[in-house]
């Protein structure tokens, strides 16, 4: 005889009617059934848990660890007591096909909500994993999480309603699919995102840790997240900015890493020169910077070029603009070339210039275009300190200025 004609039975004998002895015999089997479901689950969870843990303890790689850490063994455990309910709730509510159906409903849904848990933390033991990986860590793991995350969620929700509704899945699926254009413009970041992280992934645009610069939204920085829908950056103030993914491929931003990854980083600084002070150096003028040693043997060479160059064709030097002549910028360009050249902290394998620029209002720009080996910020700038402190104090001994707009003291009679 079934456990349930033996508790109706006795709920009879004692002088119960027919009713109410059906509704306390549903009753005590319900309690019944939970108190064995929660001892169950109990017991399973414990034995499951301590196992993973025991196991993941004794192995040498750290993803059971990270599987225990984000409870799969846990949610994992749900699922025997799970079963246990469903097979005897057809017993429990044998007179009430009514209650049973909805409670069947409701334990059907609470499998998809368990399946859902178990996707979600085995998804991230991945992404948590995969972080540990030195080839992944600077991928965008967490949009990839989101983006199926995104699809299980969707997919657990529509076979919650088509079970609440009892309308067959790919039915339901068929009238969803009606809607898609609203359910396409609820999503549209979401979308946009997925897009754009796949896009930033393939083409290698942006890696966590880079340092990059985004104008448009004020970043200036080292990327800390990459997700499906957001790109954190944490300034150089220590600030965060918050950009949309999809910004990295419809908007222009500067990537800095093939700068880090380089044998050095560009110093590009120019000084201006006023246009007064520049002229033709007389042979006294040479003679004084021959004591300069880094160019004395260029001016001897070069002096000696345009000397015989000048006899050569008889020209008149009675004027300096005859013929050719060093002036004091050339020699003061090729000083500073010179000085950069033999600068410890500049890396001798890229290229060094000091260039002159167009001239404008504010004179004439000489610029040093080189490369600093040490590539850490503060030692950069020290050296491109270093180097300009030394350049503009050189520039009186060539008789020549730095431009330098008027100002209060400049209309003070001396």
Known sequence: ??????????????????????YL????????????????DFIIRKIIVRFFTQFAARSKSNFDDILVANKVPRNIAHIIPLIVALEFIPTVFVDFQYFENIVEKGLLVFAIILTLWIVRSFLNTLKDYFKTLPRLKDKPIDSYIQVFMIFVWVLGTLSAFAIITGIPFLSFITTIGAASAI????????????????????NDMVRIGDWITFAKYGADGDVIEINLSTVKVQNFDKTITTIP???????SFKNWRGMEDSDGR?????????????????????????????????LNDRQSDIEAYNSEHNINKELMLNGRNLTNIGVFRKYIETYVENHSAVNKDMMIMARQLAPTTQGIPLEIYAFSSDKRWQNYEYIMSDIFDHIIAAVPYFDLEIFELPNSSSFISK
Request: glycine residues 2%; proline residues 0%; without cysteine.
């Open 25 to 40: 015999n549903a009753a005590a089997l319900l309690l019944a059934l939970l108190i064995v479901t929660f001892l169950v």
């Open 1 to 22: 005889m079934n456990l349930e004609h033996l508790v109706y039975d006795y709920l009879i004998s004692v002088g119960l009617s027919n009713n109410v002895a059906q």
């Open 183 to 202: 359910i396409i413009l609820v999503f549209r970041d979401t979308i946009l995102g997925f897009v754009a992280s796949i896009q930033v992934s393939i």
């Open 266 to 298: 560009r110093i590009k600084r120019s000084l201006n020169i006023k246009l007064d002070s520049v002229n033709y150096l007389t042979a006294n003028q040479i003679d004084k910077l021959k004591k300069i040693d880094i160019i004395s043997d260029y």
């Open 245 to 251: 993914t999809y910004a990295l491929i419809s908007d």
